[in-house]
């Protein structure tokens, strides 16, 4: 597709319960990170892929957080036993290369609500 | 430890000012890269500019404009003759490299949300 695509845009969980939340980069993208944002505050960084290895996971605030890309495109971020405080943008970015000095496309987020 | 620090949480100006959001980064790598995103309401952040650390240039396009000096770690931003459209909220971040030359993640400041008022 032209940008990173997240599915879904909204997702209302009650507590307790597991969500995923899909991204699809941009093709031929080798670098994929997801962020999360809560309200007020700007994106913290969760984790990062290169192709289909998971290289820095150290974002992720607990073990109920889980991402894979097996096939090195499509991602999906995982929470097990949503609890209140997850509630939060989770946005998805990826880039063409390596380096940082490549730019980072974003899209245009998952809200979660965990009521 | 790396951190980005936008002092200004929300600015208001009348349509036509100039605007400046302030940007101040800390990091001990002497290699990194300086990154201002825009984020309207639609959510979806939107890429203005990337600088690295050994270029100090500063850099003009359209109304914006950026001032880099390393000598103060700061990374502001200029908007000249604002706009309505302008309004969103800004974030200044900052990336360093892994040492094994792969792309590490962003660290973002808080924001500033700008208002620009007709």
């Known amino acids: 597709g032209a940008g990173v695509s997240q599915s879904p845009r909204y997702k209302v969980a009650k507590r307790g319960q597991d969500v995923a939340l899909r991204c699809d980069p941009i093709s031929g993208h080798v670098s994929l990170f997801w962020y999360q944002q809560a309200l007020g505050q700007g994106p913290e960084f969760l984790t990062y892929?290169?192709?289909?290895?998971?290289?820095?996971k150290s974002g992720l605030p607990s073990d109920r957080f889980f991402a894979e890309r097996p096939e090195g495109s499509v991602s999906t971020l995982k929470i097990q036993r949503t609890q209140q405080e997850d509630s939060a943008v989770y946005l998805c970015?990826?880039?063409?290369?390596?380096?940082?000095?490549?730019?980072?496309?974003f899209g245009q987020g998952t809200r979660l609500t965990v009521v | 430890a790396q951190k980005v620090t936008q002092a200004q949480t929300e600015i208001s100006v009348v349509e036509k000012e100039d605007v400046t959001l302030d940007c101040v980064y800390e990091t001990r790598d002497t290699t990194y890269y300086l990154f201002w995103y825009k984020q309207p309401p639609s959510g979806e952040l939107v890429f203005l500019i990337r600088?690295?650390?050994?270029?100090?240039q500063n850099e003009i396009s359209g109304r914006y404009s950026w001032n880099f000096q390393k000598s103060t770690s700061s990374f502001n931003f200029t908007i000249t003759a604002s706009q309505v459209v302008d309004s969103a909220v800004y974030f200044c971040?900052?990336?360093?490299?892994?040492?094994?030359?792969?792309?590490?993640?962003?660290?973002f400041g808080k924001g500033t949300h700008l208002i620009i008022q007709p």
């Open positions: 892929f290169q192709n289909e290895a998971q290289l820095d």
């Open positions: 600088r690295n650390s050994f270029d100090e």
């Open positions: 970015a990826s880039s063409l290369g390596l380096g940082g000095n490549t730019e980072a496309f």
């Open positions: 971040a900052l990336r360093t490299l892994y040492s094994g030359g792969g792309a590490d993640g962003l660290t």
